[in-house]
């Protein structure tokens, strides 16, 4: 069954492909990201003493071991047990997504299996955010809320709920960031409908912020 859905949507995608240039997630690969260091890093009050927004990216890289590092400081599984995580959730009802913009396009990050799910193969960095730095960041994280996983919240507890629960993962992401020496910044200047349309999300989904990080450029 399975296989059957890919063969069809790789058909789909070939079709799409000949009719015009759009960018399939089956022309991504999946990433198994190496297992994230969960120990060392600098001591919790340097790096809060140490934390800051950077405007200022080097276009160099991050190693996967870094992607796989930050993204499990932002929201990774800490208690395999239970399946709960770096940061709290209201209800835990864990609704937020962490979609990670590079360079060769746009995946999923699979906190549980320690993986990135591809979405869509193409360069859309410059179009999570409306200032100029953004295009340079190696990575631009996405913030996206999942409705249909808040139960029994109403509409305007889904908007507060979200937007706080977002906070928590971003300041994980500063802290990490201040350990490594990494540039970060949180951002709410986004085209919501533009991105949410590159993404190809559902009406359901909202993109709550962004986020760059990258190495800090030379200069600063
Ligand atoms: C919810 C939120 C949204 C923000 N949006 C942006 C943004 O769109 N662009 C930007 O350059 N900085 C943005 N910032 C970063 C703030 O400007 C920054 O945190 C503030 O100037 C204080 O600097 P600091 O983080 O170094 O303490 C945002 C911060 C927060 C908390």
Not at 7 to 36: F, Q, R, Y
Not at 86 to 104: C, G, K, M, R
Not at 107 to 131: C, S
């Amino acid at each position: 069954m399975a296989r059957t859905f890919r063969a069809i949507s790789i058909l789909t995608c070939g079709i799409g492909l000949m009719l015009s240039t759009l960018a399939c997630a089956e022309d991504l690969k999946p990433i198994d990201l190496p297992k994230p260091r969960t120990e060392g890093g600098m001591p919790l009050m340097e790096a809060l003493k140490a934390r800051k927004t950077s405007r200022s990216y080097s276009s160099k890289k991050l190693p996967e071991q870094v992607l796989s590092d930050l993204l499990w400081a932002a929201w990774g599984v800490n208690r395999p047990g239970s399946g709960k995580r770096t940061a709290p959730s209201a209800v835990n009802w864990q609704e937020i997504d962490v979609y990670v913009a590079l360079e060769e396009g746009v995946y999923l990050y699979d906190a549980k299996a320690n993986r990135l799910e591809p979405v869509l193969a193409k360069d859309i960095r410059a179009m999570t955010g409306t200032q100029s730095f953004v295009k340079d960041a190696p990575v631009n994280l996405v913030y996206v809320a999942d409705l249909t996983r808040m139960r029994g919240a109403s509409d305007k507890d889904k908007v507060f709920y979200s937007a706080a629960d977002t906070g928590f993962i971003s300041q994980n992401v500063y802290l990490y960031c201040a350990s490594e020496g990494l540039a970060t910044v949180v951002r709410g200047l986004v085209n919501r409908p533009a991105l949410k349309n590159a993404l190809n999300l559902r009406a359901d989904q909202e993109i709550i912020l962004a986020q760059s990080v990258g190495y800090p450029r030379e200069s600063e």
